[in-house]
C-alpha cells in the first residue's frame, strides 16, 4: 500500500467513516494473498523494491499462471525463472502478453508504462554455452526496467575478442560477467573498470570444473579488488543485484 492510500485509510478511521476492523482487514489483504498454495507477497515492492520474483522448478503451470495473474491484478510486473518449455506453454496459453525466453528459461510479464532505472549494465558471457545463464540475466534487467547491452563469447582463450570492447566495458555502471571452466573472465574484466564487477559461475565445463565449483573459487579468490561473486549459475541473482545499485544511486524514472 502507498502512503497516500495508508493515508487516506487513516483518515476514515480517525473521522469515524471505517471501523478499525474493517482497516485491519484491508492492511492484511494489501500484504499477502493466497493462491494456489503459495502465499503471494505483495508487500515486497514497497519493502525491497521490486514484486516478489516466481521460481519456477517444481511448480506446476497452473500455479505460476495463478501466481502471475494475481500480481497483475495488483498492478504489479511478473518474472518467473527456471521455467521448462512444456509449462511455458501451458502459461502463455493461459495468460495473454506473458513472453517466454527458452533459453534462459524465463516468463516475463511486464506492464505498460513501467518504470525504468537510469544507469546501464553490461552483460559479458565467456562463451555461447554460458548463454542461458547470461540470458537468465538479460532477463531480468528487462522486467526491472534496466538499459542493457550484451556481449556474448569473448573468453580468455581469445583475449583480442574482450580488448576491442575496452571503451564499452568503461562507459557501463555495473557488468555482470559470466563464466564456467576455471571462470578468469571476471578478474580480466575487473582490472579494466572502475565499476562493480558481479561474476556469475555456471556449471558449463569437463568433470573437474565440479559442476561450476572450480569457476565459483576461482572468482572468490579473484585479485581484482571490484569483483563479487553470486551462486553458481544465478544470472537471475546478479541482475536483481545490479538493479538493486542502479535503483539506489541512480534512481528511478516513469
Known amino acids: 500500500m502507498e502512503i497516500e492510500q495508508l493515508r487516506q485509510l487513516l483518515e476514515l478511521v480517525s473521522q469515524g467513516d ?5 482497516a485491519q482487514k484491508e492492511l492484511a489483504a494489501e500484504v499477502a494473498v493466497r493462491v494456489e498454495g503459495v502465499t503471494l507477497d505483495l508487500d515486497r515492492q514497497r ?6 520474483v516466481i521460481f519456477g522448478e517444481n511448480k506446476a503451470a497452473e500455479t505460476i499462471a495463478s501466481t502471475m495473474q494475481a500480481q497483475r491484478d495488483h498492478g504489479q510486473p511478473s518474472l518467473a525463472t527456471r521455467v521448462s518449455a512444456d509449462k511455458a506453454e501451458i502459461v502463455t496459453a493461459m495468460l495473454e502478453g506473458v513472453l517466454y525466453n527458452e533459453v534462459a528459461r524465463v516468463l516475463r510479464w511486464n ?4 518504470q525504468t ?3 546501464r549494465v553490461l552483460v559479458i558471457s565467456a562463451g555461447t554455452s554460458d548463454l542461458p545463464v547470461a540470458a537468465e540475466a538479460v532477463e531480468t534487467l528487462i522486467w526491472m526496467g534496466v538499459d542493457y547491452e550484451f556481449i556474448e563469447d569473448v573468453g580468455v582463450a581469445g583475449p583480442h575478442r574482450l580488448i576491442e570492447h575496452v571503451e564499452t566495458l568503461r562507459s ?3 557488468l555482470i560477467v559470466v563464466a564456467g571452466l576455471e571462470g578468469a573472465l571476471p578478474s580480466v574484466v575487473g582490472g579494466y573498470v572502475d565499476c562493480p564487477v558481479l561474476a556469475v559461475p555456471t556449471s558449463v565445463g569437463y568433470s573437474t570444473a565440479f559442476g561450476g565449483v ?12 571490484n569483483v563479487l561473486v553470486t551462486n553458481v549459475d544465478a544470472g537471475f541473482k546478479a541482475a536483481y543485484n545490479a538493479g538493486v545499485m542502479l535503483r539506489r544511486l541512480k534512481g528511478t524514472e516513469s
Open 172 to 174: 557501463a555502471d555495473v
Open 18 to 22: 471505517l471501523s478499525v476492523e474493517a
Open 111 to 114: 506492464l505498460a508504462g513501467s
Open 214 to 225: 572450480t569457476a565459483l573459487l576461482g572468482m572468490l579468490n579473484s585479485c581484482a579488488s
Open 117 to 119: 532505472i537510469s544507469g
Open 47 to 52: 519493502r525491497c523494491g521490486f514484486p516478489e
